[in-house]
Antibody, heavy 119, light 107 residues
Framework: QVQLQESGPGLVRPSQTLSLTCTVS??????????WNWIRQHPGKGPEWIGYISYRGSTFYNPSLKSRVAISADTSKNQFSLKLNSVAAADTAVYYC????????????WGQGTLVIVS | DTQITQSPSSLSASVGDRVTITCRTS??????LNWYQQRPGKAPKLLIYAASRLQGGVPSKFRGSASGTEFTLTISSLQPADFATYYC?????????FGQGTKLDLK
């Protein structure tokens, strides 16, 4: 059974870069036909899909965040990462990594989430 | 972008009740819609994908259906564990957005 775990700083200064890593266990990120998503959720709101990196290494981002986002993978560590630059208070949210069953953003396994505060 | 209107935003019900939650989309998205359950402090859990297909391990008391641009999630025989927040997500086109959520609480 696949498990995902987010890690990274819980506090980021405005205008800096938010960096998070998701460590995957119980399955390889470079095999199968899975897509590895980042999703965030502002307090009291619905989730917001940020983007994904595919098992082949291709990426696709939410157009509203595309200019500030980069998702990459380190297959040797079975991890994938999120970088969001030029953050502001509006980027304060719980950030989740999740396994996507296809390229549609459908996510069947999620990490527990990590709260990132921009202040 | 495909807009989603989820209703109601909150719903009170009793154990044993059956409830229905609705998502309406701004355009025809076929059956490209998922439903998730989120308990407080936890990650969302996929319940239904492709409008009506039950995710593995999810009990059949959860049923999804679609009619045009209206999608419904019906939960039968409510149990304490079912009181949570439910979200729909359209997967027809990026940015694969979610509804605003329906908080189901105990009457």
């Amino acid at each position: 059974q696949v498990q995902l775990q987010e890690s990274g700083p819980g506090l980021v200064r405005p205008s800096q870069t938010l960096s998070l890593t998701c460590t995957v266990s119980g399955g390889s990120i470079s095999t199968g036909s899975f897509y590895w998503n980042w999703i965030r959720q502002h307090p009291g709101k619905g989730p917001e899909w940020i983007g994904y990196i595919s098992y082949r290494g291709s990426t696709f981002y939410n157009p509203s965040l595309k200019s500030r986002v980069a998702i990459s993978a380190d297959t040797s560590k079975n991890q994938f990462s999120l970088k969001l630059n030029s953050v502001a208070a509006a980027d304060t949210a719980v950030y989740y990594c999740a396994r996507g069953t296809d390229s549609s953003g459908t996510s069947d396994s999620w990490g527990q989430g990590t709260l990132v505060i921009v202040s | 972008d495909t807009q989603i209107t989820q209703s109601p935003s909150s719903l009170s019900a009793s154990v044993g009740d059956r409830v229905t939650i609705t998502c309406r989309t701004s355009q025809d998205i076929g059956t490209y819609l998922n439903w998730y359950q989120q308990r407080p402090g936890k990650a969302p859990k996929l319940l239904i994908y492709a409008a009506s297909r039950l995710q593995g391990g999810v009990p059949s008391k959860f049923r999804g259906s679609a009619s045009g641009t209206e999608f419904t999630l019906t939960i039968s025989s409510l149990q304490p564990a079912d009181f949570a927040t439910y979200y729909c997500q359209q997967t027809f086109s990026a940015p694969y957005n979610f509804g605003q959520g329906t908080k189901l609480d105990l009457k």
